[in-house]
């Protein structure tokens, strides 16, 4: 045929031919053609080379993850109701299987709401709880952004780093930026000091190291913009106005939730700052009402 007599004068054509698309897995134990589309459209809103596959079957889903383990980035699972093998036990088996490297999202109706039911889940080592298909896109996207080489190819290019705990290849700077808290924001200091990728300094909480000293340069978290040492700090309460609930923020090294806020920029008004952290690290836009107080600690 046509293919063989090109791959007989092109070999390396056999190579190209090979997909080499990142590979995402949907478990749904009863999914139908919505649901199907609903995959679909994922992958369409993340505008990265991704494929996701609809499996029914614990089975099956642990089969391909194997059998796919090269371009496998994400697997997402239904939560699951009465009599259908629960979800979360899926991604777990996943991520026991094939790594810690496999970013894993639950999605769920129910369980997304519930800040306990979410913490349960965090516990079990899955990476994100929802029912937004915004936001399933928005993972995606960040979990593929890099190219999936095969393993010989991996690590010739010295800009592309491996991450230091989970060992995931070919993140550029700014993926791995990314990557630390999106992966491994739970993780707890370490016995032994690992090494960065990007500057060989060895340090027992290195997710909080990478996120302070490898911001991207330009970025509102890049700290070499700040003129001056930090010296003013905000802290912001945030209450919606719909249920009366308020906004915490899950703080790196499993130092558990705290109010969002962070340090006040040389010459930035105050709440100018607020707003900025808000957005910065919990995407959530604030209108603020007033002042609850200010603190001064003079020091020597
Ligand atoms: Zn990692
Ligand atoms: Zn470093």
Redesign the pocket.
Known sequence: SFCTLLARVCPTRILLHRSMKHLGIFYHPGATAEDRKRATAWAAKASTEVEIVVESSPDKVLGLAEVERERLAFVIAKAGTAGQPPGVAVLASVMAGVGAHIFTILYSHTASPNASWRLDVADQGIHMVTHRDDEIAIAIRRCTSHPVLPERQQAADQHKYACPICGIQNLDAIALWEHMPMFHVAVKKTRRALK?P????Y?STIVV??HD??APPGHPEDTSRRGIPLYSFGLVVVRRKSDGKFLVVQEYSSQGYWLPGGGIDAGELPDVAAKRECLEEAGVKVKLTGLLRVEVTPSG
């Open positions: 960065c990007i500057c060989n300094e340090d190291h990478i000293a490898h």
